[in-house]
C-alpha cells in the first residue's frame, strides 16, 4: 500500500499539530541526498524522519545515520522499513530539546554494523537555553498568507511561485516516497564504514566520522533548529535542509532587498548558505498550504571545527570562515539584532537606540565613520553586507555597555 493509500485508509494519519506534510516524491529524495555529497565517512543527522524514505537513502550513501522523530505513532513503521540497514538508529524525541552530545555520540559497541534501527527514547530533557545568535535575531520573519503551487514537481524548475511570507508555516516535511521502503541490503558505503571506526585513537564509527545534518526539516521550526545545530557548535560540516521557501530566500537573500534581514546575516556568519531547488506542494501527502526549497549550507571552517576553532583576533573574513572573539562575536549579534528591528530607520539611530553607540549625533557619526568602517550616516543596516557587520561589531565590543539580562 502506498502512502497516498495509507492515508485514504486511515493507517497513517498525519497530525495537524505537528504540521506533517509527508515528502511522497522519491526523485526529490534523491536530490536532496545527492546535493549532501555523502560518502561512508559521514555521520549525518536527520530531523523528521517521518516513514523513513529519506532515511533509507542516506543509509545507502552514509556511513551511519541517526533520525529523531517526535511522533511515536510512526515509529513501528518507520522501524520496520529501516529493518534492511545496520547503520541507523532511531531517536524518539524532540530535536531541540536532547542534548546534542546524545545525538553526536558513537553508537555502541560494533560501531554502524552493530546499530540496527532500534528505537531509542530521549528528549524529556532540556537542551539548555538557546542564548543571543541566530536565536535572537531569527525572529525578524515576519507572519504573512500561504502560497499554493498548481504544478507538478520535476526538479528545480518544477514549482509554483507563490511564495508564503511566513517562516514558520503550516507544513512540515516528513519524509516518506510512493512505497519507497529503502533497498534490501545494507550498502557499500555502510559496510565500508563499519569496519572502519576503530581506526586511529579507538573511535567508534560515527565518533570518528564528519558531520552532516540532512533533513525535510519541521518548517513551523526550521529557524530554531538551524539556530541550536550552529550556535552550540555541533561541529555540522554540511546542512542540506528543505524548508518553506520563504526563509530559503532570507538565508539566500543579498543586501539592500527585501528578504535581507536578520537572519541572513546571522546564518551567513557561520555557513555558506546557498538555493538548491525549489519543491512544488504537489510533491506532499497532503500538500501543504507554503512552497518548499532546499538550501544547502557549507559550514565555515571556523564553524565546523567546533567553538574550540574559532578565530580569536577581532573581524576575520566572513567568507574565508574566520571568527570574531567572543568579545566582539556578542556584539555582532546585538548589532544585527538592533539594526534589522526597525528596517526604515537608519543604521545610526537604530544603534543609539539600543544603546550600542553614543547618544550624541557627532560622536555617533563620527564612531560610524572612522576608517576602518567608513559608513555614512543616512546608511540603513539592510545596505551591509557580513563583513562590514562584522568590522561594525569588530570596532563596537570594546566600547559598549554590558547587554541588560
Known amino acids: 500500500?502506498?502512502?497516498?493509500?495509507?492515508?485514504?485508509?486511515?493507517?497513517?494519519?498525519?497530525?495537524?499539530?505537528?504540521?506533517?506534510?509527508?515528502?511522497?516524491?522519491?526523485?526529490?529524495?534523491?536530490?536532496?541526498?545527492a546535493a549532501a555529497e555523502l560518502c561512508p565517512g559521514d555521520h549525518v543527522i536527520e530531523v523528521g524522519p517521518g516513514l523513513g524514505a529519506l532515511t533509507g537513502l542516506l543509509c545507502e550513501r552514509a556511513g551511519f545515520v541517526t533520525a529523531v522523530e517526535i511522533d511515536r505513532h510512526l515509529l513501528p513503521t518507520l522501524r520496520e522499513r529501516l529493518s534492511a540497514h545496520r547503520n541507523v538508529r532511531v531517536i524518539h524525541g524532540d530535536i531541540l530539546k536532547i542534548p546534542l552530545a546524545e545525538l553526536l555520540e558513537a553508537p555502541g559497541p560494533g560501531g554502524a554494523e552493530g546499530s540496527g534501527p532500534g528505537v531509542a527514547g530521549r528528549g524529556d530533557r532540556p537542551c539548555g537555553s538557546l542564548h543571543c545568535g541566530l536565536s535572537a535575531v531569527a525572529s525578524g520573519v515576519a507572519a504573512g498568507g500561504a502560497g499554493r503551487g498548481d504544478r507538478p514537481c520535476d526538479g528545480p524548475d518544477g514549482h509554483a511561485g507563490n511564495d508564503s511570507n511566513d517562516h514558520a508555516g503550516n507544513a512540515r516535511a516528513s519524509n516518506d516516497s510512493n512505497g519507497h521502503a529503502g533497498n534490501a541490503h545494507a550498502s557499500?558505503?555502510?559496510?565500508?564504514?563499519?569496519?572502519?571506526?576503530?581506526?586511529?585513537?579507538?573511535?567508534?564509527?560515527?565518533?570518528?566520522?564528519?558531520?552532516?545534518?540532512?533533513?525535510?526539516?519541521?518548517?513551523?521550526?526550521?529557524?530554531?533548529?538551524m539556530m541550536r545545530f550552529f550556535e552550540e557548535g555541533a561541529g555540522?560540516?554540511?546542512?542540506?535542509?528543505?524548508?518553506?521557501?520563504?526563509v530559503a530566500a532570507r538565508l539566500t537573500a543579498r543586501p539592500?532587498?527585501?528578504?535581507?534581514?536578520?537572519?541572513?546575516?546571522?546564518?551567513?556568519?557561520?555557513?555558506?548558505?546557498?538555493l538548491a531547488f525549489s519543491v512544488s506542494p504537489r510533491c506532499f501527502v497532503p500538500q501543504p498550504g507554503v512552497e518548499s526549497a532546499v538550501v544547502?549550507?557549507?559550514?565555515?571552517?571556523?564553524?565546523?571545527?567546533?567553538?574550540?576553532?574559532?578565530?580569536r583576533d577581532g573581524a576575520g573574513a566572513g567568507a574565508g570562515g574566520a571568527r570574531l572573539s567572543p568579545e566582539a562575536e556578542a556584539m555582532f549579534f546585538r548589532v544585527v539584532k538592533a539594526a534589522f528591528a526597525q528596517r526604515r530607520k537608519t543604521l545610526e539611530n537604530c544603534l543609539i537606540q539600543a544603546g550600542l553607540l553614543p547618544p550624541e549625533r557627532e560622536a555617533a557619526a563620527r564612531a560610524l565613520a572612522a576608517p576602518e568602517l567608513g559608513l555614512?550616516?543616512?546608511?540603513?543596516?539592510?545596505a551591509l553586507d557580513l563583513n562590514a557587520f562584522m568590522r561594525l561589531a569588530a570596532a563596537l565590543a570594546g566600547q559598549a555597555k554590558p547587554e541588560p539580562q
Do not use: C, W
Open 1 to 33: 500500500m502506498d502512502l497516498r493509500q495509507s492515508i485514504k485508509s486511515g493507517d497513517i494519519r498525519p497530525a495537524k499539530t505537528l504540521g506533517q506534510n509527508f515528502l511522497a516524491d522519491r526523485n526529490i529524495a534523491g536530490k536532496i541526498v
Open 188 to 225: 557499500d558505503a555502510a559496510r565500508a564504514a563499519a569496519g572502519a571506526g576503530n581506526a586511529g585513537h579507538g573511535a567508534s564509527a560515527a565518533g570518528a566520522m564528519r558531520l552532516k545534518l540532512v533533513s525535510n526539516l519541521p518548517y513551523y521550526i526550521s529557524t530554531p533548529i
Open 236 to 246: 555540522i560540516e554540511k546542512m542540506v535542509l528543505m524548508m518553506q521557501k520563504e
Open 256 to 274: 539592500s532587498t527585501k528578504a535581507y534581514g536578520s537572519l541572513t546575516v546571522a546564518a551567513g556568519y557561520y555557513a555558506a548558505p546557498r
Open 296 to 311: 544547502v549550507l557549507d559550514a565555515k571552517a571556523a564553524a565546523a571545527s567546533g567553538a574550540a576553532g574559532r578565530a
Open 376 to 382: 555614512t550616516p543616512g546608511i540603513r543596516g539592510e
